[in-house]
């Protein structure tokens, strides 16, 4: 387990620094180079001269590469110049990452807690209305563009509900401790912000959850079925056991190993759709500040956080792995 | 066989399992599947559509011929009317118009995308299943790298290496993404062939290994990889009307398409939605039926659905 688990970090590792070459690459590669990037409109000859000795870029290119990852090591990807100018890339990685963190985890948690019950009520009742409804209801929700849903749940819902449409919080005193808004509220004591940023994330998370709540309903509603079919959950009914214990002992705990490596692959989706949930509602996270860098060609930023984005995404998946020795002893065994 | 089955209908079980080919089966049970049938009568419409747009479509996309019904200090845009039966947008082009043509450049997206990213894939899985050692070690290295990426992201990531967004950056982005998923496929279902009694067969006739690769494994490995290709043409309209939210889209909409139309939407939501509304039920509808048409037939094609 210990060796695996290693062994799967040193991998992380590897991803990484070949992520690195490829950004750095990228980076050189940028129409007029990374100065012209940088300076945008407001180039001239002796400020890009400047930024081109500052940055090292009179040297040769793979000590250049070896620079840009010494400084990316110690946390220094440069200034933002489109998003919050002036601002170190990591200041703004750090400030919005909780942010980003608690809308896909209420979304996250929006998908499991519908999908999981409902894909398996449909797998039970197999050609029924019900599941036929609910499995076109999952591929709508895949077709359906996730700012779209966004803006539709902004605009009319929120109106219709009596819900906020921007932001995370309204302009109230609430004291910040450790940028989770919703938990700062519940440590300090001060319910009113936990309430307020509860309701600022409904929408939102609403929104973000689409994706995630119709593929975690598929995978389940498929698992079930392939468990259901087994030798096992036969004889488990025919020994006379009761309907709970058979769902509960055979045939949930089978089925959950493809819909946990389901949830793991969901970060993904989460990390991408807030790139457009967070743009809709103006929710000051991670995906609110990637999409305003593609807007504004913010390099630093983007950088830093497509590599962020990238570490979080490799080190969910390798904790949904290794949750697997959870859930089936099978695999701790070996 | 499960209890209750009459004597006649396990022979014809039986019947019909001996000596049809796969594909034969699967088509057969296809043809009775209504979802199927769904998916497949929205794809063809769409499909002929698309290709029929320019000489369907009334007026010119591209022409602002209702420029003087818009008003921009009131926010007023043209209303239908005689000729234009669905108004017009915000630079006062016949947007009736604009949806038809838009089908076809949506099209040309999801196909041009969906081609690339199959090419791509197929090179690389072929390299890698059918040559295995180093060259499978590399691709695979890589191919991981990519998928470490989430998907949607790594997209908008591509698009933004483009110093002016086109068309053609949009299907590159799009594509570019899909060709990690294509290559596994593929070498997945080669490495399963590598070691399969037909391809002993050829080895030991004497064929030589370029041939066992394109005439014995590679047309047997492209089941998983057609359906793939269904699907991924419902994301790739999808995605390129992300990318047209973020502004990495074309720019150019004289010719346009649903996604680029769809991308637009921050600028008429709140005023007039159905600027939005229309190109996004549209997107819903062709993303369902190529996804409808997929699944089916991933189902269909798979042996253990086969009796």
Not at chain 1, 129 to 141: A, K, P
Not at chain 2, 142 to 168: E, K, N, T, W
Request: charge should be positive; hydrophobic fraction near 50%.
């Amino acid at each position: 387990m210990l060796r695996y688990t290693i062994r799967r970090l040193i991998q992380l590792v590897g991803v990484v620094l070949v992520l690195s070459l490829l950004l750095f690459a990228w980076l050189r590669s940028l129409p007029g180079g990374p100065v012209s990037a940088l300076l945008g409109e407001r180039a001239t000859p002796e400020s890009r001269a400047a930024l081109t000795k500052q940055l090292g870029l009179d040297q040769p290119i793979l000590i250049q590469y070896f620079k840009f990852l010494g400084r990316a090591l110690s946390g220094d990807f440069g200034v933002s110049n489109g998003v919050q100018p002036g601002d170190s890339a990591m200041e703004i990685f750090l400030q919005r990452f909780p942010a980003t963190v608690e809308l896909s985890v209420f979304a996250l948690v929006i998908a499991i807690v519908f999908g999981i019950p409902l894909g398996y009520l449909a797998a039970k009742r197999r050609g029924t209305w019900f599941d036929n409804s609910s499995v076109i209801g999952s591929l709508v929700g895949v077709a359906i563009p996730v700012f779209f849903l966004a803006y539709v749940l902004k605009d009319v819902f929120s109106k219709a509900l009596g819900l906020p449409s921007t932001g995370r919080q309204d302009a109230i005193e609430a004291t910040r401790v450790t940028g989770f808004f919703t938990l700062d509220g519940i440590l300090t004591g001060e319910w009113d912000a936990t309430f307020n940023a509860l309701e600022h994330l409904i929408l939102p998370a609403l929104a973000l959850s689409s994706i995630p709540f119709a593929v975690i309903f598929r995978i389940t509603r498929a698992a079930v079925l392939d468990v259901l079919d087994e030798d096992f959950v036969r004889t488990a009914e025919s020994k006379g056991l009761t309907a709970q214990v058979i769902r509960r002992r055979h045939v949930l705990r089978n089925a959950m190993l493809p819909v946990v490596t389901t949830v793991g692959l969901q970060t993904g989706a989460l990390l991408s759709g807030a790139v457009l949930t967070e743009k809709v509602f103006g929710f000051a996270g991670v995906g609110e500040a990637l999409a305003l860098g593609f807007e504004r060609r913010d390099y630093p930023v983007l950088l830093l956080l497509i590599i962020m984005a990238t570490i979080v995404y490799v080190l969910v998946n390798l904790l949904v792995d290794l949750s697997y020795a959870l859930i089936d002893p099978r695999i701790r065994a070996r | 066989m499960a209890l209750g089955v009459t004597k006649k209908e396990k022979i014809d079980d039986l019947a019909e399992s001996a000596g049809v080919s796969l594909a034969a089966s699967a088509w057969k049970r296809l043809r009775r599947s209504p979802v199927f049938l769904i998916g497949a009568g929205i794809t063809a419409v769409f499909v002929v559509l698309s290709i029929l747009s320019p000489w369907l479509a009334p007026h010119d996309p591209g022409d602002p011929m209702l420029i003087t019904q818009v008003i921009k200090a009131r926010n007023e845009i043209p209303a239908p009317q005689p000729g234009h039966p669905l108004g017009g947008d915000l630079q006062g082009r016949d947007f009736l118009s604009r949806m038809l043509v838009g089908s076809q450049q949506t099209l040309i997206v999801g196909v041009g995308a969906t081609l690339i990213g199959l090419t791509g894939g197929l090179i690389l899985g072929t390299l890698a299943g059918a040559i295995g050692g180093w060259v499978d070690s590399v691709v695979m290295r890589l191919v991981d790298v990519m998928l470490s990426l989430p998907a949607l992201l790594l997209a908008f990531s591509i698009a933004a290496m483009f110093a002016r967004p086109s068309q053609f950056s949009v299907i590159i982005a799009i594509s570019i993404v899909q060709i990690p998923v294509f290559a596994r496929l593929l070498r997945g279902s080669m490495l399963a062939q590598r070691g399969s009694d037909h391809v002993l067969a050829a080895t030991s006739l004497g064929v030589k290994r370029g041939a066992i690769i394109f005439r014995h494994m590679l047309p047997n490995s492209l089941g998983p990889v057609i359906v793939q290709s269904t699907l991924v043409l419902a994301t790739a309209i999808i995605e390129a009307a992300a990318l047209s939210f973020l502004g990495l889209g074309n720019p150019n909409d004289r010719v346009p398409e649903w996604g680029q139309m769809l991308g637009d939407v921050q600028k008429v939501f709140d005023t007039h939605p159905h600027l939005a509304v229309w190109p996004a039920v549209c997107i819903i509808i062709v993303a369902l039926g190529f996804t409808l048409m997929g699944e089916t037939l991933r189902e269909a094609l798979d042996p253990k659905n086969r009796r």
